[in-house]
């Protein structure tokens, strides 16, 4: 077996690096951290818990730099023109879906505290940066918003966070410049302990049956967006940062 | 209006950036394409026809450089770990579906001919290149491929070529170095004209109407993955270079 120490040696100096078998190819830090990005974003990751070491500066500079920004605004601009081509009917029932975190509201000044994702997910400070209501608003979706009420669709802010977080939510929405929407949606006590795409896709089920037709639905989640009682079409916002089921 | 003169001479003088309202960002070509590219491969884009012309060398650059392969890479270790998980029966009823074109068969060299999706789908020039059945594998989904099989998965081939090329596909499949699929199926005469997500959700029903599981979906366009009869997990493959709806 001594044939195999430098082998092994090689194997031990490239750590970090993709070495194994036949059909691996080693790459550099970016070409790993791009294709990690790809499968968070596309949903093929499935789950994950913390970004991988390798990948913090990388997610620190997407998410600090024109990228993160930039792919944000495309998203909008992809909603608005879909937006535009719905027929408003006069009856008000014509209803788009809104996240809240990471989608109208950006956590980002806490996720600079705290690593960019880098350590597991701690609800205790989360919560109290939520209680502080000063998360700022994601421009583009701030604009999308405006634009969105203007054509004459109800908004509905469907969020993860817990009724306990009502009024710190509503203070901060309106904080960063929301204003009108038609229902916040938080969950309930018979909502507590559900995957996030279970309870939002039971929240627009309901949506639907009272009649509201769910043209379009933003998120940076897969799971804000997949599931049963999906939106005509779905915009999936950027979020290297953490994952959701 | 003199005043907008300059204004006007501004933007004119900016082509090709994001210049118009007080929310944009002006970015340079790579973040352009990057978030160009995003939107593409989360769906966000929705309908699409040609590449952007100022990301033509951008695509070319991704498809023919290490990040596609890479990619692809991680979609295939991502599915792999998947599998690995999925506890198979003795019934021989868990089934993986595959797409072809740019999931287990590469038509990079055509496009490399004709310019990388800067031009409208040419069908006849296209069809010309099937018949050549001459396509290679992409590399990480063979690899993919032959360990879903030793794992038990039955292989269903789903595409949107047509059953007048079952002939140079099988060729093309074995060439390629993929062997013992369960089942090739391609659009027979009553699925013409449908949409891709209608006739691939379509034929993964009957798949499960006759008693498989259908536990994975790999495929590089949303139309082969999501629709009705989705798989318990679907793996999006990298593709800037063309849509299917």
Not at 36 to 42: A, D
Not at 133 to 138: D, G
Not at 160 to 189: C, H, M, V
Request: aromatic share 14%.
């Amino acid at each position: 077996m001594a044939y195999l120490l430098p082998i092994l040696l090689y194997l031990i100096s490239t750590t970090g690096e993709i070495v194994s078998d036949h059909r691996k190819i080693r790459v550099d830090d970016d070409v790993y951290c791009e294709s990690w990005r790809f499968s968070v974003e596309t949903n093929d990751a499935g789950y994950w818990s913390t970004v991988p070491a390798r990948c913090v500066q990388f997610v620190q500079d997407y998410m600090t730099g024109d990228r993160y920004r930039y792919d944000s605004e495309v998203v909008a601009e992809n909603s608005l023109r879909f937006a535009k081509t719905v027929e408003i009917s006069d009856s008000g029932s014509d209803g788009w879906v809104f996240d809240i975190d990471e989608t109208l509201l950006s956590n980002l000044p806490y996720y600079q505290l705290i690593g960019f994702g880098s350590k597991t997910f701690d609800e205790e400070s989360f919560d109290s940066w939520v209680d502080l209501a000063e998360a700022p608003a994601l421009p583009a979706s701030l604009s999308l918003y405006k634009e969105l009420k203007q054509l004459g669709f109800k908004i509905f802010l469907l969020t993860g966070r817990s009724e306990y977080q009502r009024n710190a939510t509503e203070k901060n929405l309106l904080y960063a410049g929301f204003t009108n929407w038609e229902r916040l949606i938080l969950r309930g006590p018979s909502d507590q302990g559900k995957p996030a795409i279970v309870y939002k896709s039971e929240k627009r089920s309901d949506l639907q049956h009272e009649g509201y037709r769910i043209h379009g639905n933003s998120g940076d989640q897969w799971s804000d967006l997949l599931g049963f009682a999906v939106a005509t079409r779905s915009f999936k916002l950027p979020n290297p940062m953490y994952y959701i089921s």
